[in-house]
């Protein structure tokens, strides 16, 4: 079993609300399940802040203002991980990755 934690990039724009949304594949996520991303800097050293998602049976979802994005620098790492309603619950990180700047030439 393949267990490496798939790596994707994640962007953010000036100005701009950061939106993601993850479907399952199949079936839906099960009742008490939750969803943060934890973001530290280009070192992975410093926890900057952590976006904790909206979960439903069909999706997770994330809408963060503008102002809580932009103060993300671009090159930061993050971590998308659940928290699974297992007995203990468990933690398990979906995606890891690096946040990069799309800059809007006006």
Not at 3 to 27: C, D, M, Y
Not at 53 to 82: F, K
Request: glycine letters at 6%.
């Amino acid at each position: 079993m393949d267990t490496r934690v798939p790596q994707r990039p994640l962007e953010l724009a000036r100005n701009r609300h950061f939106e993601h949304r993850i479907e399952p594949e199949s079936g839906s996520y099960p009742s008490g399940m939750t969803a943060e991303i934890q973001i530290r800097d280009s070192t992975d050293t410093v926890l900057l802040d952590t976006w904790v998602g909206t979960v439903t049976p069909t999706a997770v979802t994330w809408l963060v203002d503008p102002e809580i994005a932009d103060a993300i620098p671009g090159g930061s790492r993050y971590t998308l991980a659940v928290l699974m309603p297992t007995a203990p619950p468990t933690w398990r990180d979906w995606f890891v990755g690096i946040f990069y700047r799309r800059y809007r030439w006006q």
